[in-house]
């Protein structure tokens, strides 16, 4: 009885755990027509999260970042980088910068999950108090 409430107990706990945890596919929705835009794969790399473009949905307007400088410019936002090296923090994970490929800006960025299928992602300059934040749902 003590082993199976042990394991029921770890189960739990480790579902709780890990759906909290960004890591995994997340879709996007545009801040100005509300559709969805694309598919957020958030990753781990050197203990640090990254997040790539996996697939663009049929509302997507941008294919290409033909705003964006240096080695992105023109790029296919399939495969790219748009989230990299945010750290742990507490319940959230910053530190970090996030890539809006329709101006091609480049903004901090801090992320944090709302319960096991939401993401709240913040883009800022400077403060946090001076930014947008999207939500995004897990894909499942």
């Known amino acids: 009885m003590l082993r199976l409430f ?3 107990t ?3 706990l480790s579902s709780i755990l890990f759906a909290q945890s ?3 596919i997340w879709k996007n929705l545009d801040d ?4 969805e835009k694309s598919h957020i794969e958030i ?5 640090k999260l990254r997040g790539k473009v996996v697939k663009l949905l049929p509302a997507a307007t941008i294919t290409r970042c033909d ?3 240096g080695a992105n410019k023109g790029k296919s936002l399939v495969g790219m980088d748009i989230l990299w090296d945010l750290k742990k923090s507490g319940n959230a994970w910053d530190g970090g910068e996030i890539l809006d490929p329709k101006s091609g800006d480049v903004y901090s960025c801090k992320i944090e999950a709302d319960g096991p299928s939401k993401l ?3 883009g800022f300059l400077g403060l946090a108090l001076f930014g947008r934040t999207q939500v995004w749902y897990r894909v499942k």
């Open 22 to 24: 960004p890591i995994g």
């Open 67 to 69: 705003k964006c400088e």
């Open 32 to 35: 100005t027509d509300g559709k």
């Open 10 to 12: 770890f189960t739990t």
């Open 120 to 122: 709240n992602v913040r």
């Open 6 to 8: 042990t394991l029921f």
């Open 43 to 47: 990753y781990e790399s050197n203990g």
